[in-house]
């Protein structure tokens, strides 16, 4: 490979990793624009706008679409949040008194268990306890210093959507000349590979959207097929709010079907509880065997490829890594179809 194309790769890595840092509204922004340019282009056609005037309604109708669901979504979080915490003096006398008859000779973890491991369990529901109340004198002594820390971060989010929003709209107009300013940079000869290298990418990117639907789609439908196999209410509705965090890499399913089956414990429904520990572990599992498969086959590299990118980009800087890593693949495997990279050993 020459050493120019090496120069090339290592200067674009490194760009990319700092729009995923510090220019990360204005990466953000700018795939967005991307996805957004055959709609801008459609209606450019079809009303015979002018690209200001098309470019400037897509984006609006977009923000005002996220805004919406935001507002609907942050209402109806803080109502059922409201509802919660009236509830929480109930539910926490229910579990004082589940603990208490628990705790008895003739309770019903006695009732449900052999003696030996009754024992054993009732140990476990002790130590268990003693570490909720801990945790729970611990959140409260710290809950007004994560009050101030959010408090501190709402400036920064206010800044990160005004970048975004504005980036967004500028780029979205502005994105021919972008373009063109961009291959204006490399020669005759290289101009053509660079487009093809752009053409692959956003390729790749539509592809790569594409293929994190269809995984939150299986994975709605497993989820389904397993809540309404144990029977719970509103399946419908909690496979959704569970492919909704589960989209994020930093909660996931476990962070609604653990607690959910901690709770059912609790309340002495032993079955459901079991059973929602094996759904979150058949979501877990399933996730990890088919999206390596399904990202690979959409963006044209291996699962193998994708499972690594997935792997070394988390391990490097974190959740930002979990898409950084599958782009530096994608970004090199563009390179290598335009003919620019090209890995020959020779021994």
Not at 111 to 121: D, H, K, L, M, T
Not at 122 to 146: F, K, W
Request: aromatic share 10%; net charge positive.
């Amino acid at each position: 490979m020459p050493l120019k194309t090496i120069v090339f790769i290592v200067v674009s890595i490194l760009l990319l990793y700092g729009l995923f840092t510090v220019g990360f509204p204005f990466l953000l922004a700018l795939l967005i624009a991307i996805l957004l340019e055959p709609v801008v282009l459609w209606m450019m056609r079809k009303f015979r706008f002018n690209r200001i005037v098309s470019a400037a309604i897509t984006c609006s109708l977009l923000i005002a679409g996220i805004l919406s669901a935001f507002f609907l979504i942050g209402l109806k979080i803080y109502l059922e949040f409201v509802e919660f915490v009236g509830k929480i003096p109930m539910i926490l006398s229910e579990v004082d008194l589940f603990v208490k008859e628990a705790l008895t000779g003739q309770g019903i973890i006695y009732r449900s268990f052999p003696v030996e491991w009754a024992g054993y369990i009732q140990s476990g529901l002790i130590m268990g306890v003693d570490s909720l109340t801990d945790g729970l004198n611990r959140i409260i002594s710290s809950a007004s210093g994560m009050i101030l820390n959010v408090a501190k971060t709402l400036p920064n989010l206010l800044i990160f959507s005004i970048v975004f929003i504005l980036a967004l709209f500028l780029i979205s107009i502005g994105l021919e000349q972008i373009k063109r300013t961009f291959l204006h940079w490399f020669s005759d000869g290289t101009r053509g590979k660079m487009e093809s290298v752009l053409s692959h990418l956003r390729e790749a990117i539509i592809g790569f959207l594409k293929a994190q639907i269809l995984i939150s789609v299986l994975t709605y439908i497993v989820t389904l097929i397993g809540l309404l196999f144990l029977g719970t209410g509103y399946p419908l509705a909690i496979a959704l709010i569970i492919i909704i965090v589960d989209l994020l890499p930093i909660l996931g399913t476990g962070s609604v079907l653990v607690p959910w089956a901690a709770y059912s414990f609790i309340q002495g429904d032993l079955n459901l509880a079991i059973g929602l520990l094996i759904l979150f572990l058949v979501i877990t599992v399933f996730r990890r065997i088919v999206e390596p498969k399904i990202v690979g086959d959409a963006v044209g590299i291996s699962a193998l490829a994708t499972l690594a990118s997935l792997y070394i980009g988390f391990k490097l800087i974190g959740v930002a890594g979990l898409f950084l890593g599958p782009i530096v693949i994608i970004f090199f495997q563009a390179l290598k179809k335009a003919g620019i990279a090209k890995i020959k050993i020779d021994l």
